[in-house]
């Protein structure tokens, strides 16, 4: 069915997922799988061939069984057949020419995303540059509410990553405060709880909603436990601000992470509920990440990127105010090196972003992955470049709880002052209100505390000498 | 390094709060990026975590330090070949390749209570470290019990689960892996010990072990860890069973009162 010559031989292509994996650009996880293209040669005829796949037969050939399946009925049902008229004529090397023109605006990629599936933008992904992929996110805008904007143009939201190795209070919050005061957290400040059971995530939820109080932060928090416990939370009477889920692409894999769409259905009703948001109502917070379904062993034999992409569906079904792609935390055996990780973390944002989704990215990586610093540095500046709606802030880019590197509040500081970009606009007025920056986004004097904290932390300073 | 340059700062006023944590906290900054001294602590960091997964762990020193303990070892290797497929390839990890099976065979005595792997997985650091003075804590405990122990299994390019085909081979009733984890950029040489009550091959899964984590300098003791296993070890006995139905219930880590406290609602 899928066919090509090329250099006197032949490429036969059996099935649609066949020849998407086999177009995929090369990344371990897809080697493991045994889904992967076999040399060079294979994946330039698969991408030849995918190229010429008009974007309708993704419509009439389910990549995973639809009756098997409740994430690929998910996308066939909520298909949007109106906003796909305008595309429905193209095949997937067309779209790449159509969404490089000019007639691929702002307003049209708005219009034609819910006639986009997840499989028609991991397959004209398969056939762009780095340059592609961040030139047409670039294009997307995606704005989300809930305390303060997300996604205008020219922004750049960080979520303050607090985390702490036994979920200590104080050390919780020594994090915070500095992050706080280097300019972090509009996004969301954003806790992993060391253990993941009711008593812990109700403490930190406590703490986190006492201190976006007392300080009148215009910004949101969440404690990334399980969807379930979250809820237990909520109708104990703790205050929940977004509903945290580590989601994937297919049904299978989220069994494994012990969620079903009526779960996030459910999950998703009672945070509205609560009507904790001030100027929106996006309430929820997904995290995704290439090869999370072959790790689980639910990958129904896609490649990883395309299971990834079919996370998004779940994600847009419940219009969270963050999508984060956690790209190189999983490990080399998915991604490799920093080559795989950093067009890993484009081609997701780009493909987050086509299907209408306000995408961060966890520019990250372990140390058994071939990655340093500098890999992040270049991920770091091209997710930054392609528009991406937020990145992590972990001080000094070292997560002492969960054992990886991210991105440090300086890394916002330094990708917003190469670029000119600025945080969510009510977080800048109460940064620039408490003098943590001035007027032009930059830090204040480096050997004053703002008057904010400048009270509670010389307390600190004369109690702690007690204990010592 | 001049901390006078006006442009310059080491430390934030704030840096009595790193009391508190472990994270790398009131920096300092030079304009508003890292200092040179803050960027340099950070890549000695990363390059002792790099080298602990890198470096290849010297088995016939481990062998020879045993012997001089007193112990037996014997050399295994996964199917993994070298670092790289080691790395891309967990599934090869998790095998034995044919050698290591055919010498196993001609080594299996009478049925053995407990095996003892030790595996690098993705620290040599750790097993350099700790595998020794862990073991000279371990083994004497274990032959109080009159346990039949066989040889200590030492597995190159070896994962978790490579502990199952090991025991299952001498029909081992527990069985013990010990191996090097994903390093931190402030743990590089943590050991981990993984415990299974009657392991077999391709059938234990992840939900069917005990772990014990984080053993190294700033983690747990070696003692701490031990009381862990053997607690561990005696309820398996008693249950005939280990994973997620086998509770850890040793002991309960008491933190400082001031952590308890969030002093930012003072």
Redesign the interface.
Known sequence: MYKTHLAHLVYNFKTLRNLMAKATPAR?GD??AGVAATNNLERVAAQMVLADVPLKRFLNEALVPYELDEVTRLIIDDHDNVAFSAISHLTVGDFRNWLLSEQASTATLTKIAPGLTPEMVAAVSKIMRIQDLILVAKKCRIITQFRNTIGLENRLSTRLQ?????D???????????GL?YGCGDAVIGINPASDNLEATSRLLH?LS??IE??QIPTQSCVLAHVTTTLKAIEQGVPVDLIFQSIAGTQKANESFGITLSLLNEAHLAGLELKRGTIGNNCMYFETGQGSALSANAHEGLDQQTCEARSYAVARKFKPLLVNTVVGFI???YL?DGKQIIRAGLEDHFCGKLLGLPMGCDVCY???AEA??DDMDMLLTQFAVAGGSFIMG?????D?ML???ST?F?DA??VR?ALGLRPAPEFERWLQQHHIFNQEN??MQ????PAL?KQ??Q???ES?DE?Q | MNTNNPTTLDLDPWHSLTHFTPARIALGRAGMSLTTRAYLEFQLAHALARDAVNTPLDFEKLAQQLIIHGYQSLNLESQAKDQAMYLQRPDLGRILNSMSISCLKQSTPIAADTVIVVADGLSSKALEQHAIPFLNLLLPELQQKDYILPAVCLVKHGRVAIGDAIAEIYAARLCIVLIGERPGLSSPDSLGIYFTYKAKAGKTTDADRNCISNIHSNGLTYQQALNKLLFLIDKSEKLKLSGVNLKDESTNSTIEQLQHINFLLY
């Open positions: 371990s080697y493991l607090p985390n702490h190795p036994t200590s209070p104080a050390g919780v919050a020594a994090s915070l405060v500095d005061l703490m006492d201190v007392r300080y490990g080399p055996e490799y372990t140390n058994h340093d610093q972990v001080p000094g880019a070292d002492v054992n990886y590197q440090s300086h500081l330094y002052q930059q830090l480096q050997s004053v505390i904290f509670t932390l307390k600190l300073d702690s204990y």
